[in-house]
């Protein structure tokens, strides 16, 4: 019998990444939650949805489409849960409740993909959160980045369920995948004993895909057992000679509960959805899998749907300490600690009730015996060093927030070497016959929460301890996991005793004869035969093939000539694809844009040349050196061989106001590096007072005593005539006010000229404005010009005069004044100005050499969680809102772009701001309205314009900002000005509030 249930409810918002222009996308809401659907068009499907969640990132929620879908079918969650499962024994498949699932499935079916097409579907399907965190596609049991474009070699289709148990080509169950990985699972059933397959052990435990392998089966077995004998056999079963696709039942179930729905398979099946109109009902409900095998459902799991928690008996609730920090989310006796960008879970604490608390990262489990309140504290992420050694030399030191995901770089080839780069461990290892037990791959995305220090990882083939010598045996290649970087290999005619030969002809190559055992499917090369050694080619998963003298085979023939020949250098036409049969026969694939790349044996010319796809020539065959009587090893520090490292010093790098410090041990002999440890913060700069100096305009020195850097400024001089003072304009847009004590005769016959950089200004003096008696002349600067020179000259009738001054002088002396004559507001909005500054210099690359921040603490890094989306109301014939943008100039600006449809000019449109008549602007094909009196309190207000008094666009810059910062296409550089100019808004706010 089933356990009670209960229904909970859910206070959580997705709000992922808007592109304007790029991507058509809608926001859809449901009383669960907020997603933005991001969707492409493609030439065989409209609307395909992109994933937008993430793995590890458990749903609690069924998503708008899933809700809508469901809705459509007119069938709910108690509506399955009332359906028989007393199937016959052991025929799940053929209970009411199956058969129910598998009609709803097939009801809702539009098109089944083809199985090609599915290669460029998973640049959609299987993405994180549309790509924010990682544009290329997720590897289904690794999480490591492959594609987006299909190779056929480096990464392919894995069948979960396997052909050979009659897997169909269903691209709900057919997962992108590491050709490795496919290849070394094949077509072993999923458990938990030595003879099945446990893909937890395939990530090292970075990723649980468990949950998602059984609800995949599940899938399987209920919408194709009746008509596929083979699957209704194998679930736990087994038939032909193969063993199960599961262990057991028990296992099965023991996954689901284990690895709950994470938001990323939640969306993707609203992806698959977009393009089949169906879904796999055991990701929305996968309290399914228990009512299908008359199971109980766990009495604290974790389901989309909210149904899956047996009666608890009692109540949990729970607050975040600081919801600038974090806030939390409560669902049954579990509460998910949700932290701010830049924050991370702290501790919590039982404040009322009695409550045993423990944790698995940001989810909180709560074992009471009666209701309670638990308080959730947050703390600012630390911060790491994450550290890179090759080959025994330290060539970088990043520091990044504990918690963040790192992406392995690539290592250094050691080209024309015996050793080959595997990928990073994070430790040092001497040499060893032993794998390292922890092995990342370039590319593969790793949580880091302490200092880490990841080291190359060699390996090379050698003669084994217990043998004197050892000898050569080239084996054919069956499987392209038997090739590798640094790998040697012939080739030869498929079906012929030849092989490729060191005669290079005029525009081919030659043939040799070779000696083949087709049995044992090993081969020996005769003196001629051309040896190749394989290297990395130009592309990801192709190699380059070396020659004996040094050279690389290259496809050189055009569209109508068959070349292979040999060249000094690597380039597209010299890296190729290669892929083999379990046959042994090899397609090899030059990458160039020609059309006879295609690596084939002439039998009747004797050769061996380049051909079109279509051609009539032979097939050809690999074969692999190995070693017998050797063994393979491993090292990080190949030098250390025949070093030892037997004298170690130990080498301290200090800390500066900005790096943070670190110390390595170091070979006296060789220099090379073990371990990098001992990890310093850095602090702010430790400033002496302001020393003048002999300059006649007022500039005065300091330098930081811990690292010795020296600022210059000018204080303002209260006294001088007539350039009396001069003040930033805070509450508006970036300004100086500059005070000039004239009399209104002086001012009747002056003039003043202010130059900035290139830009010169004139003005007369008796048309300024005057404050507390003095002329007023104001100058208004863009963020990226706070440390320019703003030289102002008077014309007087008396001779002229000039000062010069900037924006970062004068925040300096706020920021730098002791007497309380600025209060914190004051100091908070111009330290997130500079900021802000700072980030617009970087940005459009505008006098980096002086940054406005320059010597600042680290910035506050607020960023917004929520933004509003452009919104449109009513719509007119003949013009369309295409989108909107931020200007960052004098005063923040808003741009809105329109877009008309053929037949209409822009005299057909009235476009206003309040009253105010816009005049539009055309640019690249649309026309634009821009909006310039935005303050940066305000960047949180609509801004709306009407067109025709008919249709209302409104547009909130903070939506810029938001989009900007989270998009992962953007460059790091307006990502951090987006994030500035949020702090910048958040201060400006505290201030203009007093």
């Not at 990044?400 to 050793?419: K, L, N, V």
């Not at 500066?656 to 002999?669: A, F, K």
Request: proline share 3%; net charge negative; aromatic share 10%.
């Amino acid at each position: 019998m089933m356990k009670g249930i209960y229904k909970r409810g859910l206070s959580i918002a997705i709000t992922l990444l808007l592109i304007l222009s790029l991507f058509s996308g809608i926001t859809v809401s449901s009383d669960a939650v907020s997603v933005y659907y991001q969707t492409v068009d493609t030439k065989d499907y409209k609307g395909v949805v992109k994933n937008w969640g993430q793995r590890g990132e458990i749903s609690s929620f069924l998503s708008p489409m899933a809700e809508d879908f469901y809705d459509d079918l007119g069938v709910t969650y108690d509506d399955f849960m009332t359906l028989s499962n007393d199937a016959l024994s052991g025929a799940y498949y053929a209970s009411d409740l199956a058969e129910t699932i598998r009609n709803l499935t097939l009801s809702a079916l539009v098109k089944d993909p083809s199985y090609d097409d599915t290669r460029y579907l998973y640049q959609y399907t299987d993405i994180q959160r549309n790509g924010e965190l990682n544009t290329a596609i997720s590897s289904f049991y690794d999480g490591g980045s492959i594609g987006p474009v299909w190779d056929g070699t480096t990464w392919n289709r894995e069948h979960v369920w396997p052909q050979s148990l009659g897997g169909p080509d269903d691209i709900i169950m057919l997962r992108p995948s590491d050709s490795k990985i496919n290849s070394g699972r094949n077509n072993t059933g999923f458990g938990e004993s030595s003879n099945f397959y446990n893909p937890n052990k395939t990530s090292g435990g970075r990723y649980d895909v468990r949950g998602d392998v059984a609800r995949i089966a599940l899938y399987v077995y209920v919408r194709y057992a009746e008509s596929d004998q083979e699957i209704r056999n194998n679930l736990f079963g087994q038939t032909n000679g193969y063993g199960p696709e599961f262990e057991s039942c028990a296992i099965l179930l023991k996954w689901m509960e284990e690895d709950p729905v994470d938001t990323w398979e939640m969306g993707r099946n609203d992806s698959v959805q977009s393009i089949t109109g169906t879904r796999n009902m055991f990701v929305d409900y996968p309290e399914l899998a228990f009512r299908l095998f008359d199971a109980d459902i766990p009495a604290d799991y974790i389901t989309p749907s909210g149904e899956g928690y047996g009666d608890v008996g009692y109540t949990v609730t729970a607050i975040s300490s600081n919801l600038d920090y974090g806030t939390v989310e409560v669902t049954g006796p579990h509460i998910t600690a949700i932290p701010a960008p830049g924050y991370a879970l702290d501790s919590y604490t039982v404040t009322s009730g009695q409550a045993t608390l423990s944790n698995d990262g940001n989810l909180i489990l709560v074992d009471a015996q009666g209701d309670c309140n638990v308080l959730v504290r947050f703390k600012k992420a630390e911060k790491i060093n994450i550290s890179f050694i090759e080959n025994g030399v330290l060539k970088s030191v990043h520091t990044s927030e504990a918690g963040a995901t790192f992406r392995m770089p690539a290592g250094e080839e050691m080209i024309g070497s015996q050793y080959t780069f595997l990928g990073w461990a994070p430790q040092y290892m001497a040499e060893t016959v032993t794998a390292p037990e922890a092995l990342y791959a370039v590319g593969t995305n790793v949580e880091v929460y302490e200092n880490t220090t990841f080291c190359a990882v060699y390996s090379w083939v050698g003669i084994s301890d217990d043998q004197e010598s050892s000898t050569t045996v080239w084996n054919l290649v069956t499987d392209t996991a038997q090739l590798g970087i640094q790998k040697q290999i012939f080739i030869t005619a498929a079906n012929e005793d030849y092989a490729l030969s060191t005669n290079q002809k005029t525009n081919n190559r030659g043939q040799t004869t070779v000696a083949k055992n087709n049995e044992a499917k090993t081969a020996t090369p005769s003196d001629d035969t051309e040896i190749l050694t394989l290297v990395s080619g130009t592309a990801s998963g192709t190699y380059a093939l070396q020659t004996s003298d040094g050279k690389y085979l290259v496809a050189t023939g055009s569209n109508t000539n068959n070349y292979l020949r040999s060249q000094t250098d690597i380039n597209e036409q010299a890296s190729w694809a290669i892929s083999v049969d379990a046959d042994g026969n090899a397609s090899v694939v030059a990458q160039g844009t020609n059309t006879n790349v295609y690596m084939r044996h002439n039998s009747t010319s004797k050769l061996f040349s380049c051909y079109n796809i279509n051609n009539a020539q032979k097939d050809i065959s690999l074969y692999v050196a190995t070693m017998q009587n050797a063994a393979t090893y491993y090292t990080t520090d190949i030098r250390g061989l025949e070093c030892g490292h037997d004298s170690l010093t130990a080498v301290v790098i200090n800390p500066t106001c900005l790096i943070r410090g670190y110390s390595y041990l170091q070979c006296d002999d060789c220099d090379a590096v073990t371990q990098v440890t001992d990890f310093v913060a850095c602090a702010a700069h430790s400033w002496t007072q302001w020393t003048a100096t002999d300059s006649p305009d007022g500039e005065q020195t300091r330098y930081c005593t811990y690292c010795a850097y020296t600022q210059n400024t000018v204080v303002p001089q209260q006294t001088v005539d007539p350039f009396h003072s001069y003040n930033l304009v805070l509450a508006n847009d970036i300004a100086m006010n500059i005070l000039l004590e004239l009399s209104d005769a002086q001012a009747s016959e002056g003039t003043a000229t202010v130059t900035v950089n290139s830009n010169i200004a004139h003005y007369e003096l008796a048309s300024l404005p005057k404050s507390e008696g003095k002329y007023m002349l104001t100058v208004h600067l863009a963020a990226a010009q706070m440390t320019d020179s703003v030289a102002v000259e008077l014309q007087l009738a008396d001779g002229n005069m000039e000062k010069t001054y900037s924006v970062a002088q004068y925040a300096a002396y706020i920021l730098e004044d002791t007497t309380g004559a600025f209060d914190q507001e004051t100091k908070d909005l111009v330290r997130a100005m500079l900021h802000y500054g700072a980030a617009a210099q970087v940005y459009f690359g505008h006098n980096t050499g002086n940054l406005a921040n320059d010597g600042l603490a680290d910035t506050a890094n607020n960023v917004p969680t929520e933004a509003p989306y452009s919104t449109e109301q009513n719509t007119v014939e003949g013009i369309a809102y295409y989108g909107a943008t931020l200007l960052h100039r004098e005063n923040i600006a808003t741009r809105f772009y329109f877009k008309l449809t053929a037949g209409k000019t822009i005299n057909d449109f009235t476009v206003k701001y309040g009253d105010t008549l816009l005049t539009p602007v055309a640019k690249n094909g649309l026309y634009y309205v821009e909006i310039d009196d935005i303050l940066p309190q305000n960047l949180d207000r609509e801004v709306a314009v009407t067109v025709n008094d008919e249709m209302v666009v409104t547009y909130s810059p903070l939506c810029y900002i938001y989009h900007r910062y989270r998009d992962a296409g953007e460059s790091s550089a307006l990502k951090v000005l987006a994030q500035q100019l949020y702090d910048y808004h958040l201060a400006a706010k505290a201030y203009t509030a007093q």
